[in-house]
């Protein structure tokens, strides 16, 4: 069992930066799949990326791809989104997510979410 727990939503100007944690407890290993998804009212869960624990490999959707960076702190178990230039469209609830396969697009474990507003 993996419990998942982001931090770090708020309100921002467009333009702005934001930076969310997603910290992993439980029976994590360094096989771990990691991904970050946002869904806005009344929109289906979008994908905005995702990295490979082992090895530190990222990808992005298109949509983000050159604004957000996804990192991750080995020692803290926890993974990051940086967010930089956001804009209005950026407004979701931010979910991090993990699963023990290293390849795949399905993810097993959600955290609760964290509210992005980005203000125009």
């Known amino acids: 069992q993996v419990q998942l727990v982001e931090s770090g939503g708020g309100l921002v100007q467009a333009g702005g930066s934001l930076r969310l944690s997603c910290a992993a407890a439980?029976?994590?290993?360094?096989?771990?799949?990691m991904g970050w998804f946002r869904q806005a009212p009344g929109k289906e869960r979008e994908f905005v990326g995702g990295?490979?624990?082992?090895?530190?490999?990222?990808w992005y959707a298109d949509s983000v791809k050159g604004r957000f960076i996804i990192s991750r702190d080995n020692a803290k178990n926890t993974m990051y989104l940086q967010m930089n230039s956001l804009k209005p469209e950026d407004t979701a609830v931010y979910y991090c997510?993990?699963?023990?396969?290293?390849w795949g697009t399905g993810y097993g474990y959600w955290g609760q979410g964290t509210q992005v507003t980005v203000s125009s």
């Open positions: 439980g029976r994590t290993t360094s096989n771990y799949r």
């Open positions: 990295i490979r624990w082992s090895g530190g490999t990222t």
């Open positions: 997510a993990a699963d023990p396969a290293a």
